[in-house]
């Protein structure tokens, strides 16, 4: 089971968008690398594409890139904190358990 699933709002702990919340868009789990909407965006300069009917528009595309799974912690619903995820069993289920409150997160 994942610390992280998509979906989750995750605060950024290292980098250039320290401080950052965002909802998780993907999970790259091969490469321990999870993309977060409105954080670590970067610039594509595309060229003009003219090939058959479809026209594809020239020039600069912002889009998110992955970032590592270890830079990012989850925020827990309930207490609104970056925390530490922790485990418990509850009805033979596994689930997800903040740190800070000791609510479950799923």
């Known amino acids: 089971m994942n610390r992280i699933k998509k979906g989750d709002t995750v605060e950024v702990i290292a980098g250039d968008d320290l401080?950052?919340?965002?909802?998780?868009?993907r999970l790259l789990l091969q490469k321990d690398?999870?993309?977060?909407?409105t954080?670590?965006?970067?610039?594509?300069?595309?060229?003009a594409q003219r090939a058959?009917?479809?026209?594809v528009q020239g020039g600069r595309v912002q889009f998110e890139a992955p970032i590592h799974l270890s830079n990012v912690m989850l925020v827990c619903p309930s207490c609104?904190?970056?925390t530490r995820v922790g485990y418990d069993v509850?009805?033979?289920?596994?689930?997800?358990v903040c740190r800070k409150c000791g609510k479950a997160i799923d």
Do not use: F, L, P, Y
């Not at 954080?39 to 060229?47: A, D, E, F, L, W």
């Not at 058959?52 to 026209?55: E, L």
């Open 39 to 47: 954080v670590n965006m970067r610039i594509k300069h595309q060229s």
């Open 19 to 25: 401080g950052a919340r965002g909802e998780v868009m």
């Open 80 to 82: 609104d904190a970056a």
């Open 90 to 96: 509850v009805d033979g289920m596994r689930v997800r």
């Open 52 to 55: 058959g009917r479809s026209q």
């Open 33 to 37: 690398r999870v993309v977060v909407s």
